[in-house]
């Protein structure tokens, strides 16, 4: 159970007669939920791509943090990500996955930081252990060259180990260079634009993409890209090793 008070001090002012007298009060205010069950919908109009399809109204509710995997991705400046007591340094270019029973606090170093953070529920895997802590650098490993010349990529998490049911990885692309195919798969997808931009087809529409741009693709989504002139490069998350329901 959890149960929010607040008491707020108001300076009010009234005028008698040409003459202004002033004073003040204290009100008390207070919020009540249970926290593992209910929610509560909240009055501010998001807008409807903001909301899951169908949904109309936004809601408050607890999030389970012990039953999510993260993923932190350095965009700029100078972070570290303290879990478990280790800290872990996150410069641009770093990343960092934490599997859903560790606590993080991220600090900023003397720069400021800007960080993408992805969160994904945890599906176990039968059998198996949820994966350890992971963190490195995407200069660790070169870019792995792919059946299409000018088309590469680098994955960030492994991808042959079903414990981790979250995959990332680093895609690049020549200019005027894309995917070969139009692709529809059984996962879902999101990317963030690093460099560069292009065009990318969801569905029957193309969309002009650049560096800070995000998309999401829900399962059996039509999706492919295609480089502008000066490249492009982003970060792809999907999920992996788990059957759709």
């Known amino acids: 159970m959890r149960r ?6 108001l300076l009010f002012a009234t005028s008698l007669y040409g003459q202004w007298t002033f004073g003040t009060r204290l009100e008390l205010r207070a919020n009540y939920r249970d926290s593992k069950e209910a929610k509560r919908a909240l009055a501010f109009p ?8 169908g949904q109309t109204t936004g809601f408050l509710e607890t999030v389970d943090a012990a039953s999510s995997s993260v993923v932190l991705y350095g965009l700029e400046g100078d972070a570290a990500v303290l879990s478990g007591g280790d800290a872990l340094a996150l410069h641009p270019g770093g990343f960092v996955y934490l599997p859903g029973d ?3 606090h991220v600090a900023a170093g003397e720069r400021p930081s800007r960080l993408l953070i992805v969160k994904r529920r945890y599906e176990p895997y039968p059998d198996l252990p949820a994966p350890r802590a992971l963190s490195g650098h995407r200069d660790d490993e070169p870019f792995a060259d792919t059946d299409v010349p000018g088309f590469r990529r680098r994955e960030l998490l492994p991808t042959t180990d079903p414990a981790f049911d979250i995959n990332m990885s680093l895609l690049a692309f020549d200019p005027g260079l894309g995917l070969d195919k139009v692709e529809i798969h059984d996962e879902e997808h999101g990317l963030y634009m690093l460099e560069g931009g292009g065009q990318y087809l969801l569905g029957s529409d193309w969309h002009a993409v650049g560096a800070d741009d995000f998309i999401y693709m829900a399962p059996y989504c039509p999706q ?3 480089a502008g002139d000066d490249g492009g490069e982003y970060l792809l998350y999907k999920d992996i090793w788990r059957e759709l329901p």
């Open 4 to 9: 929010l008070a607040a008491v707020i001090p």
């Open 46 to 53: 998001f807008p409807a791509s903001f909301l899951p399809v």
């Open 102 to 104: 560790d606590a993080y």
């Open 224 to 226: 492919t890209f295609v």
